[in-house]
T-cell receptor, first 110, second 113 residues
Framework: SQQGEEDPQALSIQEGENATMNCSYKTSINNLQWYRQNSGRGLVHLILIRSNEREKHSGRLRVTLDTSKKSSSLLITASRAADTASYFCATGSNTGKLIFGQGTTLQVKP | DTAVSQTPKYLVTQMGNDKSIKCEQNLGHDTMYWYKQDSKKFLKIMFSYNNKELIINETVPNRFSPKSPDKAHLNLHINSLELGDSAVYFC????????????FGDGTRLSIL
């Protein structure tokens, strides 16, 4: 069953602007991960946030996690054309499976 | 060096045929996975092996049979292909089975005529 729901489904911004993507999930989790998928390629892991963490940074990426609201957000600051891709959240739980959301397609216009 | 490699990259075949997809990882990981991504980009896990042992077996038709000859390889054999099998199949690996970050191959695009 699908765990994560992402919002928006598609996002189009200008280079230099910030992009925010949201992910909501339904059951309790051990961690939440964000992945990027460029067209025609496999998914690439970006960042992992544990259930006892609230915020994590990696370069231009900032991830927040609110377990009370069962939601996470991914912020990409100062976006570049190369950030154009689909972004997926995935929840990890005691089942041992990662359950992926349906993704947000980000287009960054030069 | 490619960390997770799948072959072939493209597979076009007739309905009813049998085909195999191969996957190899050189990361020394214990756990490997097969996912199916449909035309709407929804990614669903099919199988997972940990040290050659099957640990996740989702509701997948038994026309799909995974095989792991060693922990660096996980192959997927599909019998009697159907139109609905058209999708992109991704192999992935992770250090272990405890929700660690996963490394994906670039996918095998399967088209059934």
């Amino acid at each position: 069953s699908q765990q994560g729901e992402e919002d928006p489904q598609a996002l189009s911004i200008q280079e230099g602007e910030n992009a925010t993507m949201n992910c909501s999930y339904k059951t309790s989790i051990n961690n939440l991960q964000w992945y990027r998928q460029n067209s025609g390629r496999g998914l690439v892991h970006l960042i992992l946030i544990r259930s006892n963490e609230r915020e994590k940074h990696s370069g231009r990426l900032r991830v927040t996690l609110d377990t009370s609201k069962k939601s996470s957000s991914l912020l990409i600051t100062a976006s570049r054309a190369a950030d154009t891709a689909s972004y997926f959240c995935a929840t990890g739980s005691n089942t041992g499976k990662l359950i992926f959301g349906q993704g947000t397609t980000l287009q960054v216009k030069p | 060096d490619t960390a997770v490699s799948q072959t072939p990259k493209y597979l076009v075949t007739q309905m009813g045929n049998d085909k195999s997809i191969k996957c190899e990882q050189n990361l020394g990981h214990d756990t490997m996975y097969w996912y199916k991504q449909d035309s709407k980009k929804f990614l669903k896990i099919m199988f997972s092996y940990n040290n050659k042992e099957l640990i996740i077996n989702e509701t997948v038709p038994n026309r799909f049979s995974p095989k792991s000859p060693d922990k660096a390889h996980l192959n997927l054999h599909i019998n009697s292909l159907e139109l609905g099998d058209s999708a992109v199949y991704f192999c992935a690996s992770s250090q272990d089975a405890s929700n660690q970050p996963q490394h994906f191959g670039d996918g095998t695009r399967l088209s059934i005529l």
